[in-house]
């Protein structure tokens, strides 16, 4: 957020999380919520991402993440196209696209087009994601998600820079194929989930790790502690590698904003996205009232 308590904080950027599932898919939401969040002087615009959401009755092992057939969800990366062509700033962030569940050279057309139509200003965090039916749906294994998205991550990153690719791979090949346009620049990769195989993974692989907030942010400190030691026993310097906490409103949300922001910043972190959802707000100018409630408590005093 461009005042002055990012610039005491250095390298720390503030974003807005977009509210899927509260502002029911409606068109002319994004488009308020994303020049309010520019507006406002917020650094970036994080999505959340699913294709598909599924009845959750009468399922054999259930599934167990929290959407359902009735919460809406725009694609992300169609969404920063469209916010790119009315925003001047702004980044957008992915937190997380599923990337296990798509197809490797697609998401990086996608994202290398939407990278070049902003003019560079795209994040891609992917994860492996929770959703089973999701998977059968877009024809892939959900049981080899994480290690088809490490494969992936490879496979990207060279689409990303080189010329040609000839890549035999367990999930992809790509026989001596071009990605034209290449984005102009590597486009940053981060890894988002929780426990052993994320961190893992995320330290050998990634460029950054999204640690969403519904613990708490002791409990996002400690992830991330220990997320560090994985980076130094593994020679990385930790100071390029990027660390965003998403925070999970309460009841006292606002007021609990400076001092979360402060700890994650001490303890290294280098963004923190702000969500709204949960709060009971009534529609999408509620939520654009609450990050200005945030931005006013963010302010020194």
Known sequence: MENSRQREAGTLKIGAVY????LRGDPDAV??????????????????????GAVHADRTPPLTGPYTE???????????????????????ATGVLILPQRQTALVARQAADVDLLSGGRLRLGVGVGWNDVEYEALGQDFRTRGARQEEQIGLLRRLFTEPVVDFSGRFDRVDRAALVPRPARSIPIWLGGSGEAAFDRAARL?????????????HAIKAWSQLRERLADLGRPVEEFGAEYVSVPTKAAVAEL???IEAWRDAGGSHVSLGTMGQGLDGVEGHIEYLAAAVHALEPG
Not at 19 to 22: M, R, S, T, V
Not at 83 to 91: D, F, N, S, V, W
């Open 19 to 22: 509210p899927q599932i509260e």
């Open 31 to 52: 488009r308020r919520f994303g020049r309010a969040v520019e507006d406002l002087g917020f650094d970036y615009l994080l999505a959340y991402d699913h294709v598909l």
């Open 70 to 92: 009735h919460d809406p969800f725009h694609d992300p990366l169609v969404m920063f196209a469209y916010l790119a062509a009315i925003t001047e700033r702004i980044g957008f």
């Open 206 to 218: 990634a460029d950054g790790f999204i640690f969403f907030g519904s613990n708490g942010i002791d």
């Open 258 to 260: 400076p001092a979360q």
